[in-house]
C-alpha cells in the first residue's frame, strides 16, 4: 500500500519539479567530474615521480578511470569511478607504505563514503525495479534513484528512504574485496586493498538469498545457540540500515537475550536486546510493551548502540556503556568495575570476535 501511495504521490508531481531536479544532478553530476578528474590528474603528476615500473603498473588504469569519469552521463554511472579511484590511491598507497597495512583499515574520505553509500543505494533499488511488474512501479523505482543522485551526505540518504518507508542499505562489516584486491573492470589491481569495502549491498527489505549466504556460517552457529532465521535476518537487516555493524548487534543479542523476543530481565528489561521501559522511551518506544516486537526493539537498540559508539571510540567502551550506561564508563575512564560488566565485556567481545571469524572464513 505504502509503495502505490508512494508511486501515486510521484505520478502527480508537476513536470517543472522533475526539470528541477534533473538539473540539479546535472550540477552534482558536472562540480564532482570536475572533482574527479583534478584529484586524478594530481595523481598522474605524482605517478610521474615514481620508478619506471611503478608508472608502467599503476599509470594505464588511472587513464581508464579518468576516461571512464569524463564519460559518465549520470551521478549514478559516476559513482562507482569513484569508487574505483579510492581503491586504485589506496592499492597504491599499500605498495609504496606497506606500514599502514598492519594498522588496520584505512578510512575512504568523505566523498568516498558517500559514493559508496549511494552506490548501495542504486544497487539496491535496481534490484527492486528488476522486479516491479506494472509500468507505475518501474518509473517509482527509476524517479526513486534520481532522488539518490541528489544527496549530498549519508544522513540525507537515510531520511529520504525513511520518508519511503524502505530500509536504506549500508556497506556490511569487514568485508574484502575478492581475494583481497581492488575489482577494476572485471581485473584485479596488482596491491592489496584493505580499506576500502565495496559489494553487493542487501534489498532495502530484507536479505535475499545471495545476501543471507555471507551471513551463513554467522547464521548456522547462532542458530545453534536457539536463534530463528527470521530474527537473524531481522537482527543484520536493521543495523546495516543504521550503519551499525552487523556483527556486534548479533553479538550484543546473543548474549541480552539468547535471540528470545519475549525476555524479560528481573529488573524489567524487554526484548531481543533486553531495553528498559525508560530507556524505551527515550528512544521513541511509548508503549512498553512494544519492545517484545522484534523490529520495533532492534530499531531502538541498534539506535541506542549506534549513540554509544558516537560517544566512544573504543569497542570495551561501547560494550561495557550498553551494560553499565555510559555515565558509570566516563566516571571510571574505561569499563566499570562491576563483576557484572566485566563478564559482560568479556562475554560479548568475545561472540563477536567469534563471530567476525566465522563471517570472514
Known amino acids: ?12 508531481s508537476v513536470p517543472a519539479a522533475a526539470d528541477v531536479q534533473a538539473d540539479a544532478a546535472q550540477a552534482i553530476l558536472q562540480h564532482d567530474q570536475a572533482q574527479l578528474q583534478a584529484d586524478a590528474q594530481g595523481w598522474t603528476d ?24 569524463a564519460a559518465a552521463a549520470t551521478v549514478e554511472t559516476l559513482r562507482p569511478v569513484q569508487l574505483r579511484l579510492e581503491a586504485w590511491k589506496q592499492a597504491l598507497a599499500y605498495e609504496l607504505f606497506p606500514f599502514l597495512q598492519g594498522g588496520g583499515l584505512v578510512k ?45 551526505d549519508a544522513p540525507s540518504l537515510d531520511h529520504l528512504f525513511d520518508n519511503a518507508g524502505f530500509s536504506r542499505p549500508a556497506p556490511l562489516p569487514a568485508a574484502m574485496l575478492p581475494g583481497g584486491v581492488a575489482v577494476v573492470s572485471g581485473a584485479a589491481a596488482p596491491a592489496p586493498v584493505r580499506g576500502l569495502v565495496i559489494h553487493d549491498v542487501p534489498s532495502p527489505f ?32 536493521e543495523a546495516v540500515r543504521q550503519n551499525v555493524d552487523p556483527l556486534l548487534v548479533l553479538a550484543l543479542v546473543q548474549n541480552e537475550s539468547g535471540f528470545q523476543a519475549g525476555a ?8 531481543l536486546m533486553q531495553i528498559m521501559p525508560d530507556t524505551g ?6 508503549n512498553a510493551n512494544s519492545l ?3 523490529s520495533v526493539n532492534l530499531r531502538a537498540g541498534v539506535r541506542f548502540l549506534k549513540s554509544l559508539g558516537g560517544k566512544f571510540s573504543d569497542l570495551k567502551k561501547v560494550i561495557a ?20 560488566t566485566v563478564a559482560y565485556v568479556k562475554n560479548v567481545l568475545g561472540t563477536y570476535l567469534h563471530l567476525q571469524g566465522l563471517f570472514n572464513s
Open 264 to 271: 524479560t530481565s528481573p529488573v524489567g528489561a524487554r526484548g
Open 321 to 340: 556503556s550498553y551494560n553499565a550506561g555510559p555515565g558509570a564508563v566516563e566516571k571510571y575512564g574505561g569499563v566499570p568495575p562491576y563483576r557484572e
Open 281 to 286: 522511551r527515550g528512544l521513541g518506544v511509548a
Open 206 to 237: 530484507s536479505l535475499d538469498a545471495a545476501d543471507r549466504a555471507r551471513f551463513a556460517k554467522v547464521a548456522d552457529y547462532l542458530k545453534g545457540r536457539g536463534a530463528s532465521q527470521k530474527v537473524i535476518d531481522l537482527t543484520i537487516s
Open 108 to 152: 575512504p574520505n568523505a566523498t568516498a563514503v558517500l559514493a559508496q553509500v549511494q552506490v548501495a543505494a542504486f544497487q539496491a533499488v535496481a534490484k527492486l525495479q528488476q522486479n516491479a511488474v506494472t509500468a507505475d512501479q518501474k518509473k517509482f523505482f527509476q524517479d526513486f534513484k534520481a532522488r539518490i543522485s541528489l544527496v549530498t
Open 292 to 294: 517484545y516486537d522484534p
Open 46 to 69: 605524482y605517478l610521474s615521480k615514481l620508478a619506471p615500473a611503478m608508472q608502467s603498473k599503476y599509470a594505464p588504469e588511472l587513464s581508464q578511470i579518468k576516461s571512464a569519469g
Open 1 to 12: 500500500m505504502k509503495l502505490i501511495l508512494l508511486a501515486a504521490l510521484l505520478a502527480a
